[in-house]
């Protein structure tokens, strides 16, 4: 099996810090407010038994944060792993925060996660370990209050457990705590291609910026669940050839383009890409995949996969962030210098928490939206917001984060300050 990339060689809640203090200093934030946007408001930490299959107790360890409620209920996924601690949950909140201002959606920034293997669990553990954290973190969760949405190693199903364990408590049903749910208890048409297709608009925007004949682009997407085998098929069917794709069994590249659709299929029934077999496919690491000669390049795995050990080897014109936090900040330096064009993950895959807002609102209304209707309003914000984006970058000579940045800590500062401080 391929080795990953420096897998959490660096600590993402440094990072994001870094990130938001670059931020912080353009727009001059006084000490008081950089204390109180640096850090998260809340975090809960719960260690909880559940009884496995062979009848022995496992406890757990899961996390629920919450870095800021002041635009509004806070919104963010709940992660699976093993790699789960908490300074990845901190940050994953705090861009959370970010993002939701970002394409201005009525949300503060939230996440969590339980430190586990979900391929390791039965269907059965995988359902009481699921049940038994929503009950945990049901002290923060609601529809008023904290909506959770899938993450790595989460999916619909696992969304629907949460949905039904709250509702069980309240005594009725409650559609509205959770996002990504399947279609048939409440779920949004669009919303499981979702993030993939704000990275797939993102990504054509970016081309269009910079003169690059999407039909003629070669793309290359790392991580092929939710977030990365969407980008690659939508990003195929605008046109552009996905030469090659990884997961966590390593890379598999064809120069004169893989067949996505089958891909999709072989991934989705045997849970991965792994004896993956079609004519001309040639084998690579995660790590080689990232140095392939391409123009797009979509990391849409984990975070730290591009870092100041392989910026200058990265190949790509232009690099769409599907995943949360995958280029480091000494990455970035670099990759700026060398001109490759780079969407932040705030911008990039906004689509996703994007569309779960619109499932959040059918679900409080109980009035259910088209799939084109989802689609159109999904892209227009995703083109307002590249395009809000882009103009920051260009008149401030900035790079798309920190422009992205400056828009989202501004608009959550903003609100602070009109709020006050209570008492
Ligand atoms: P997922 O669990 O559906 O897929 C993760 C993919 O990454 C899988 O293909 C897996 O094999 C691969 N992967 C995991 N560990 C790996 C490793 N060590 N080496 C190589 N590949 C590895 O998760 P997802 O929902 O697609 O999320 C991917 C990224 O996108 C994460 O950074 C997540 O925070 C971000 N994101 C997700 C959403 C969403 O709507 N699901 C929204 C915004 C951002």
């Not at 979702?194 to 990275?199: C, L, N």
Request: hydrophobic letters at 40%; charged letters at 20%; glycine letters at 8%.
């Amino acid at each position: 099996m391929a080795t990953f990339v420096e897998e959490k060689a660096e600590n993402p809640f440094e990072i994001a810090q870094q990130q938001f203090d670059i931020a912080a200093d353009i727009l001059n934030l006084d000490h008081g407010m950089r204390q109180i946007l640096r850090v998260p408001q809340r975090e809960l930490t719960v260690r909880f038994p559940v009884t496995m299959d062979d009848g022995s107790v496992r406890v757990f360890t899961g996390y629920r944060v919450h870095h800021n409620i002041t635009r509004g209920p806070a919104k963010g996924g709940i992660r699976y792993h093993p790699a789960v601690d908490i300074d990845e949950v901190r940050a994953l909140a705090m861009w959370m925060s970010w993002k939701c201002a970002l394409v201005n959606i009525p949300y503060g920034g939230a996440k969590g996660g339980i430190v586990v293997d979900p391929k390791q669990l039965s269907t059965h553990e995988l359902e009481h370990m699921t049940r038994r954290f929503a009950s945990e973190i049901s002290l923060l969760i609601g529809p008023e209050k904290d909506i959770p949405a899938p993450d790595v190693g989460t999916n619909a199903q696992i969304m629907a457990w949460i949905m039904d364990t709250i509702s069980m408590h309240r005594g009725y049903t409650v559609p509205a705590v959770v996002t990504g749910k399947p279609i048939d208890v409440f779920g949004s048409l669009g919303r499981t291609d979702a993030t993939g297709r704000g990275v797939s608009i993102t990504a054509r925007e970016a081309a269009k910026h910079l003169g690059i004949s999407f039909a003629d682009a070669r793309a290359v997407v790392q991580g092929f669940g939710n977030v990365g085998s969407a980008s690659a098929a939508l990003i195929q069917k605008m046109g552009a050839k996905i030469v090659a794709v990884s997961d966590v069994s390593g890379g598999y590249y064809n120069p004169q383009g893989l067949d996505v659709p089958t891909m999709m299929r072989y991934a989705a029934q045997n849970r991965s890409l792994e004896g993956y077999k079609e004519p001309g496919l040639e084998h690579v690491t995660n790590g080689e995949l990232l140095e392939l000669e391409c123009e797009i390049l979509v990391p849409a795995a984990l975070e730290n996969q591009i870092t100041g050990a392989n910026a200058d080897r990265i190949k790509a014109r232009i690099i769409v962030e599907g995943a949360n936090g995958p280029t480091t900040p000494s990455a970035d330096e670099i990759l700026y210098d060398r001109g490759v064009f780079i969407v932040p993950d705030i911008l990039a895959n906004a689509g996703g928490v994007t569309v779960s807002y619109f499932e959040w609102v059918q679900g409080l209304q109980e009035f259910f939206w088209s799939e084109e209707e989802i689609n159109e309003r999904l892209e227009r914000i995703m083109i307002r917001s590249f395009s809000s984006v882009l103009e920051i970058a260009l008149r401030d000579r900035v790079p798309l984060r920190t422009a992205a940045y400056v828009v989202a800590v501004k608009r959550v500062a903003d609100a602070t300050l009109i709020r006050g401080i209570y008492p």
